[in-house]
């Protein structure tokens, strides 16, 4: 499928699937089985989905650490007429995934960038959430300490649109427990865990459910998670914070300011955090 020297090739974005092979569409098994090279964030994981799909093609790698100098090179060899598909290991490329920077250089060199779309884990994760869908917020993943985490998450606090996360397993307890911190126990969340497999479970509720169920339950800690939050709900939110701070002074005038901002917080619904921050 080379293209003579005058004609640059294209870069195909390619999604392939996050769990169920099943999801890989014909047009995406037609592109990487016509191009003439892949470029792969991780070369052994590909060549199962390719085994899989009866396709033996040249592969590079394309991962964080070699974007820049390999982008370089793919993007020359796309001049030169070759066609080049981008996978990674799992989804949609580019999303909280490498990509960006070969996209950007192949645009800037007015080489052709075609997206052939399929699954992504964000957007499985939405349409079987449940929340308000017309707006929301991809955060990917949220970072791995608990005090940056929670200084993350309090900058969303007013967020009305839905917010999206990506998480791991051996994070998603105490992710669920900053959670419930900064946005307090009652707002509605959705944990999506291991989407198009085996053990596919999504569960909804308020924060503090969530928390509870998926931190007594091992088997809910396995796996692959999107975690989803209903947007602030402005005229509650505001009402119930409103609420929480006329009594935490009542009680800051007898308990230490930690203690009337934990009483302060059940008694109103209003987040912790945000009554007090010590
Ligand atoms: N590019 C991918 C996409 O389009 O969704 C995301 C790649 S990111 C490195 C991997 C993260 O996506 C996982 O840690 C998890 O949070 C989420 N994820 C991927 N597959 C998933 C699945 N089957 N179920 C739930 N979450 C998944």
Do not use: W
């Not at 590079?60 to 650490?65: G, I």
């Not at 070699?66 to 999303?95: F, Y």
Request: aromatic fraction near 4%; hydrophobic fraction near 45%; glycine fraction near 6%.
């Amino acid at each position: 499928m080379t293209k003579s020297a005058q004609t640059p090739g294209v870069l195909y974005v390619v999604a392939t699937p996050i769990g169920n092979l099943a999801d890989l569409s014909a047009r995406a098994r037609d592109t990487l089985a016509s191009v003439d090279l892949i470029a792969a964030e991780d070369t052994r994981h590909s060549a199962a989905l390719l085994r899989h799909c009866g396709i033996a093609k040249r592969c590079v790698a394309l991962h964080e650490h070699n974007e820049r100098e390999v982008s370089a090179q793919l993007v020359q060899q796309m001049q030169a007429g070759k066609n080049i598909a981008l996978i990674s290991d799992a989804g949609t490329p580019l999303v909280s995934d490498p990509g960006f920077r070969l996209v950007r250089a192949a645009r800037e060199a007015g080489v052709k960038v075609s997206p052939v779309p399929g699954a992504c884990a964000a957007i499985a994760a939405l349409s079987a959430a449940g929340l308000p869908s017309d707006r929301f917020v991809f955060e990917g993943f949220l970072p791995a300490k608990s005090a940056a985490r929670r200084a993350h998450l309090q900058a969303l606090i007013v967020e009305t649109r839905t917010l999206i996360f990506y998480e791991s397993s051996h994070r998603i307890v105490d992710a669920l427990e900053d959670c419930v911190a900064v946005f307090g126990e009652a707002r509605h969340a959705v944990v999506a865990r291991e989407l198009t497999k085996l053990f596919e479970t999504v569960l909804d509720g308020s924060l503090a459910e969530l928390h509870a169920r998926v931190a007594r339950d091992a088997e809910q800690q396995r796996g692959e998670f999107v975690l989803l939050i209903a947007g602030a709900d402005e005229n509650a939110d505001s009402a119930r914070l409103a609420e929480g701070r006329r009594i935490f002074e009542l009680l800051r005038a007898e308990l230490p300011p930690g203690r009337a901002a934990k009483l302060a917080s059940e008694i109103s619904g209003a987040p912790r955090n945000a009554l007090y921050t010590t």
